[in-house]
């Protein structure tokens, strides 16, 4: 018969072993951190959040809730975004919500033309030369992708995305030290993000 004082050690082992077993709870989303923050650390039912139905969101909020409904592979939704862009009053971010339902429905020449005429319209706007950079990525336009990838940059320097995407454009143009310096970058700028294992394996396949 196990004496009391040994049964009691291998419970209290038990019960630490369940207890290192059970996943820690979930943090919430930081309300002050920006949508863009939020989209790059996967937070991404938090970036839905502020674009709830009858919410005054920011054009640059709903054009990211599109993208983190393309990144879940819902396309209706993400298109239903972008149709928001469209309704709205301001003409640049109306193009662009229409180069983004066309890339959606893969009508990439129609996704490239709108994006053209956003940056047209805007030449400093940050999502136009966002939006083309995508739009030429689809079009396999990697000259036009880069170049637009680095204008985003230029503007916005902490926009990890552009990186990611630029990586992918260079790696295209096998231009691959531009491309690994983009993907260190995205690393370094969304650790937490949801292409962060993606990225990790591109690097990899680069050396």
Known sequence: MAQPHAWSVRL?????LLAL????????ADPQASTQTLFETGEFDAVLARVAEGSDAAPEDIFLAGMTLQKREDLEGASAQMHRLEAGDDEVWATIGRSAVALFSNRDAEALEEARKAVSLDSEHVFAQYQLGLSAVGN????????????????RPSFAY???YAGRAYQRQRNLAKAAEH????????????????VQALLRALK
């Open 140 to 155: 396999s336009d990697f000259a036009t992708a880069t170049r637009a990838f680095t204008r985003v940059l230029e503007l």
């Open 183 to 198: 993907y260190r970058r995205f690393l370094q700028l969304a650790p937490a993000s949801a292409d962060t294992a993606t």
């Open 162 to 164: 552009a990186h990611y």
């Open 12 to 16: 209290l082992t038990t019960l630490l």
């Open 21 to 28: 077993c059970v996943p820690a709870p979930a943090q919430p």
